[in-house]
């Protein structure tokens, strides 16, 4: 764990994608469990609510709700993961993997990205930290024992199956072509004893996987982004966050952890962001971005090719900075012609820009965009005129509402000019 940062603390998340199999009408199921009914003075039982609408994707998306007295975005909704702990970088984990830890990265392989541009969170010599487990690998465990703590997914192989990592990797073929498939390693007992015992002590995480004769499914988890809580948030706690994907066979058992969560929903990535600005539900510039690129793939098994080849690419570091402007607030990104140079003053700082402009002259000021304009907490326009690094997707937002001339700061509506 970096315990050298200056401004954030290291975390990670998975965006879990499943395969529904229905393409034409569909229906979604949202969860509600005990923990959020009963502040509304009802019955403590599970509540079941079905919506039916035409929808091309054939996968859906995990999304948990925050509590809202959680210290950081209350209520929105965000993909599963969580701080990293020091038990993931653990020499402990050396034995779990002791078939892989003279490969590259415990056989995830290299990454092609020129170590220069790497993100710090990725590109940090663990070794002169005291760990001798690589970045890659525990990023992927803490997203993993993360989400097995929120969700009560666990995604991890029998040591019985390392043969077939073995065999992937003699190939040349470091990671999976399938989609990932869930194992019952024991019953539902079993298994709530242990995300309880994980959840009070993330060394118990090591504990379980030697227990059950398991590894964590590092080689599922796909490289996808990095994100960085934008300078100038009221928030005293600010993330550097790995961003990784893991495509799944079927959607899951799911469960909230009745603490941190207090509501998950599995829907496809146009739902979400049709549901945002209709007011559905809240949801954080990450994930309207990301959901926007995973737009581009209304098949599972098209995204789940992508993600694994583009992987090995490398990713950009995404630190948006804020430009507070008359009618809105412009997050910049990394290749916008207003991205500052020195990112490092402004943090040093801790201050926004400003401007005296309105958006629309902005717009109009400028050639190269990658922004994103927020005019109230449910209106926001991606704009994007650039082409993404690490042959990654630009966010596509055809299924939603067509684009036009920027809202109102009272309109509310999720837009885009790509």
């Known amino acids: 764990m970096n315990t050298g940062l200056k401004y954030w603390k290291e975390a990670a998340t998975v965006i879990l994608a499943a395969r529904t199999g229905c393409t034409n009408v569909r229906h979604v199921v949202d969860s509600l469990k005990t923990s959020e009914i009963a502040s509304t003075n009802l019955a403590k039982s599970d509540m079941t609510h079905k919506t039916f609408d035409y929808d091309p994707f054939d996968f859906e998306v995990l999304l948990l709700k925050r509590s809202g007295k959680s210290g950081f975005m209350p ?106 498939r869930l194992n019952e390693l024991c019953d539902k007992g079993e298994l709530a004893r242990w995300r309880s015992l994980v959840t009070e002590n993330p060394l118990n995480f090591i504990r379980m996987c030697r227990e059950l004769d398991c590894m964590p499914n590092i080689w599922a988890m796909h490289e996808w982004g990095n994100w960085l809580t934008p300078i100038g948030l009221k928030t005293k706690r600010r993330y550097d966050t790995a961003f990784f994907i893991c495509c799944l066979q079927e959607v899951p058992h799911t469960l909230q952890d009745e603490k ?52 090995a690419e490398g990713c950009e570091q995404f630190l948006p900075v804020r430009l507070v ?29 400003s401007t005296e402009k309105r958006f629309e002259l902005l717009q109009q000021e400028s050639s190269a965009l990658h922004r994103m304009a927020c005019f109230d907490a449910y209106t ?10 690490y042959k990654h997707l630009p966010p596509k937002y055809k299924h939603l509402p067509p684009t036009g001339d920027p809202p109102e700061p009272s309109a509310s509506g999720l837009k885009s000019q790509l």
């Open 75 to 180: 209520n929105a909704y965000v993909f599963p993961g969580g701080v990293v702990e020091p038990s993931d970088f653990s020499s402990d984990w050396l034995e779990t993997f002791k078939s892989f830890r003279h490969w590259p990265h415990f056989g995830l392989g290299f990454v092609k990205q020129a170590p220069e541009t790497r993100p710090v969170i990725f590109a940090t010599d663990r070794l002169k930290l005291g760990s001798t487990i690589p970045s890659a690998v525990a990023l992927r465990i803490c997203a993993i024992r993360e989400t097995f703590e929120e969700s009560g997914i666990l995604l991890v192989v029998p040591k019985s199956e390392e043969h077939n990592v073995n065999d992937q990797h003699h190939r040349g073929n470091n990671i999976s072509t399938s989609l990932t």
């Open 260 to 311: 941190e969560v207090i509501h998950f929903k599995w829907s496809s990535p146009p739902e979400v962001l049709r549901g945002y600005p209709a007011r559905e539900h809240f949801i954080a510039l990450p994930q309207i971005y990301e959901l926007g690129r995973m737009c581009q793939f209304p098949q599972l098994r098209d995204l789940h090719s992508f993600s694994r080849t583009r992987a």
């Open 325 to 353: 402007s008359t009618d809105c607030h412009v997050f910049l990104l990394p290749g916008d012609d207003l991205y500052p140079e020195n990112v490092e003053l402004l943090e040093e700082r801790g201050a926004d820009l």
């Open 380 to 389: 926001v326009t991606v704009h994007m005129s650039i082409t993404p690094k």
